[in-house]
């Protein structure tokens, strides 16, 4: 079973954790939803890794990184 976002949250009603997690959920098929049309279109992905990096993601599925300027 998938553990809630917002469980680990103190203080939180149980209704704003349901909301939290519905628009959590709209946020993401969105996101997963404008990434595959850029794909399809034959755009690149661009994306920030945990260190701050630029990093885009050919429609081919290959990644790069970004150079800084």
């Known amino acids: 079973m998938k ?10 009603s149980q209704e704003t ?4 997690d519905d628009m959590s959920r709209v946020f993401q098929q ?8 850029n794909r399809r279109l034959g755009i690149p992905n661009v994306q920030v890794d945990e260190d701050g990096r630029l ?3 050919l ?10 300027k």
């Open 59 to 68: 429609p081919d599925g290959t990644a790069r990184l970004i150079p800084p």
């Open 55 to 57: 990093t885009e993601e």
């Open 17 to 20: 954790r349901r909301r939290l």
């Open 30 to 37: 969105g996101v997963r939803e404008a990434r595959e049309e």
């Open 3 to 12: 553990t809630s976002l917002t469980a680990r949250e103190p203080g939180l």
